[in-house]
């Protein structure tokens, strides 16, 4: 996305060029920056636990980050904010945005962050962007979304994280004995759902 604004692109020449052309018919009202959507990518859908099985969400949010570049020639520099929507977060990179947007080359001065709203999460992510545009903060925003169902965070239940914090804490053996002899009982793993408790 980006607001048509005289040279706000003026590093590239193709992408100010395709803003203006396709922009000459507006419903844009006076005074109110017209935001573009400039051009989509995405990877291609597969089964789950096949070609991408070894990879993690970032990694396909950074492919997507690769392919708009190639296919745009956006300059990286350009880009003032870079947005993504998920659903199922992975721990280890809850901000899928920022971890795509550098292992795409980005600078990390650019500002990346992730959002969750079940599934119009990537939706929220591009109004987002229009609000940041729109109001006059960035000029170029790159917003868009992934799910990745190859690897479901699998989640112990509390009870089961109690057990074994209490065992990381215990002194006595007989206390860990005890704790460790209550641990079959809470085996079964949680297997995330994208419905909120209150949903």
Sequence with gaps: ????????????????????????????KPGVKNIVLVDGVRTPFLLSGTTYADLMPHDLARAALQGLLHRTGLPKDAVDFIIYGTVIQEVKTSNIAREASLGAGFSDRIPAHTVTMACISSNVAMTTGAGLIASGQCDAVVAGGVEFMSDVPIRHSRKMRKTMLALNKAKSLGQRLSLIGSIMAHLTPEVHTHLTPHT
């Design 1 to 28: 996305m980006v607001s048509e604004q005289p040279g706000s692109l003026t590093t590239s020449v193709h992408l100010h060029a395709q803003v203006q052309t396709k922009s000459k018919k507006t419903l844009a």
